[in-house]
């Protein structure tokens, strides 16, 4: 069981806005803006999209934006395009210190 | 460009210690503040955090898999060793190595990861 909840399916059509959420802690996301977010197409490897909460890594589409509010930080997707089809994983760093992860959830675009 | 591979066997027995090798270029561990963390995903299953080295041998380790694991250091020949002891076919995942920087919380870039299977 993973630390982090995620929603395990999101679903929606192009040009629509999604919003995962990724809900913790006071011990990890409600600690401090040390929430980051990864995109996993099938079969390849877990890319970094958010950074710090709300920051995108160079290259990143401005379609993508995180946010947070007390112990839940969210990722939105917005303009929802065929290639957004992907797995989405939240990660935390935790006051033990460690890292955790998210369940993951999956973007369906219809 | 800062890259990470990860080697070791496709195929550990159960009860067997697996030991997994991120060999890394572009960066150092000594220099930058640059760290090497482990994360494993089993096949269609979320990801797990499992440790990390820091240039200043601080090793962090996921506090449910710590009796299991040790991870070391080579900084002459850029490689960080992976070694989880008692394998399981619990313990069948990809695993990956990726760059963190000390002070940053997120983990970029990946290698492309290592499938290991716990079979006997």
């Known amino acids: 069981q993973s630390v982090l909840t995620q929603p395990a399916s999101v679903s929606g059509s192009p040009g629509q806005s999604i919003t995962i959420s990724c809900t913790g802690t006071s011990n990890d996301v409600g600690y401090n803006n040390y929430v980051s977010w990864y995109q996993q197409h099938p079969g390849k490897v877990p890319k970094l999209i958010i950074y710090?909460?709300?920051y995108r890594p160079s290259g990143i589409s401005d379609r993508f934006s995180g946010s947070k509010s007390g112990n839940t930080a969210s990722l939105t997707i917005s303009g929802l395009q065929a290639e957004d089809e992907a797995d989405y994983y939240c990660?935390?760093?935790?006051?033990?210190?460690?890292?955790?992860f998210g369940g993951g959830t999956k973007v369906t675009v219809l | 460009q800062v890259t990470l591979r990860e080697s070791g066997p496709a195929l550990v027995k159960p009860t067997q210690t697996l030991t997994l090798t991120c060999t890394f270029s572009g960066f150092s561990l000594n220099t930058g503040g640059s760290c090497v963390t482990w994360i494993r995903q089993p096949p269609g299953k979320a990801l797990e955090w499992l440790g990390r080295v820091d240039g200043d041998d601080d090793i962090y380790y996921s506090p449910s898999l710590k009796t299991r694991l040790t991870i070391s250091k080579d900084t002459s020949r850029n490689q960080v060793v992976l070694t989880m002891t008692d394998m399981d076919p619990a313990d069948t995942a990809t695993y990956y190595c990726a760059r963190m920087i000390d002070g940053k919380d997120w983990f970029d870039p990946w290698g492309q990861g290592t499938l290991v299977t716990v079979s006997s």
């Open positions: 990660s935390s760093y935790t006051t033990t210190p460690s890292w955790v």
């Open positions: 710090d909460v709300t």
